[in-house]
T-cell receptor, first 116, second 115 residues
Framework: AAGVIQSPRHLIKEKRETATLKCYPI?????VYWYQQGPGQDPQFLIS???????DKGSIPDRFSAQQFSDYHSELNMSSLELGDSALYFC???????????????FGEGSWLTVV | GENVEQHPSTLSVQEGDSAVIKCTYS??????FPWYKQELGKRPQLIID?????GEKKDQRIAVTLNKTAKHFSLHITETQPEDSAVYFC??????????????FGTGTRLKVLA
């Protein structure tokens, strides 16, 4: 079965540079989530989109922005990169269910960002 | 704000023994509770989930229990095997107005199964 596709898998950037991560959700999934995971930490929620609209916002820095496109893929744009932005960035997708059904989210393989 | 407490942070068990991981959530609107297993450097993968209208669910060696009154849910792994070694995350999810869900993850439990 098709999974969540993220690209690139690895990237190295210098401080103050910009980076863009891409996420292609599971086919038919309409919701995308972005998470940041530092070494030994739990995934920290950044932002989510449903039907191309921002659905929820977490601890996303102002230097970061994201959007979901008409084909449901999403991009996370990170500017003025700092050393502390080095982390594994996960995208996850789900299909909106009823309010009492629970939306299972499925994670991509992640994008490793190293800021030097 | 809402949070999920997860205990213990590390757990070592002998192969064949049982392992129990506990989570407590604060958002009373939470109604769906998935558990994820994450191996080093890999993505979290769903291993079992439970909805608020169910008190217990079992899938082979893995079971999850939910006490809504106490806002408490637990993961039970029986007959542990070395390949069960990983970090386990619980999550409490609550519906948003948009119809999507807000996920709040626990801080993770590093399980080590000793051969």
């Amino acid at each position: 079965a098709a999974g969540v596709i993220q690209s690139p898998r690895h990237l190295i950037k210098e401080k103050r540079e910009t980076a863009t991560l891409k996420c292609y959700p599971i086919p038919r999934h309409d919701t995308v989530y972005w998470y940041q995971q530092g070494p030994g930490q739990d995934p920290q929620f950044l932002i989510s989109f449903y039907e191309k609209m921002q659905s929820d916002k977490g601890s996303i820095p102002d230097r970061f922005s994201a959007q979901q496109f008409s084909d449901y893929h999403s991009e996370l744009n990170m500017s003025s990169l700092e050393l502390g932005d080095s982390a594994l960035y996960f995208c996850a997708s789900s299909l909106r269910q009823g309010r009492n059904s629970g939306n299972t989210i499925y994670f991509g393989e992640g994008s490793w960002l190293t800021v030097v | 704000g809402e949070n999920v407490e997860q205990h213990p942070s590390t757990l070592s068990v002998q192969e064949g023994d049982s392992a129990v991981i506990k989570c407590t959530y604060s958002d009373s609107a939470s109604n769906y509770f998935p558990w994820y297993k994450q191996e080093l450097g890999k993505r979290p993968q769903l291993i079992i989930d439970i909805r608020s209208n169910v008190g217990e669910k079992k899938d082979q060696r893995i079971a999850v229990t939910l006490n809504k009154t106490a806002k408490h849910f637990s993961l039970h792994i029986t007959e542990t095997q070395p390949e069960d070694s990983a970090v386990y995350f619980c999550a409490a999810t609550a519906p948003l107005v948009s119809g999507t869900y807000k996920y709040i993850f626990g801080t993770g439990t590093r399980l080590k199964v000793l051969a």
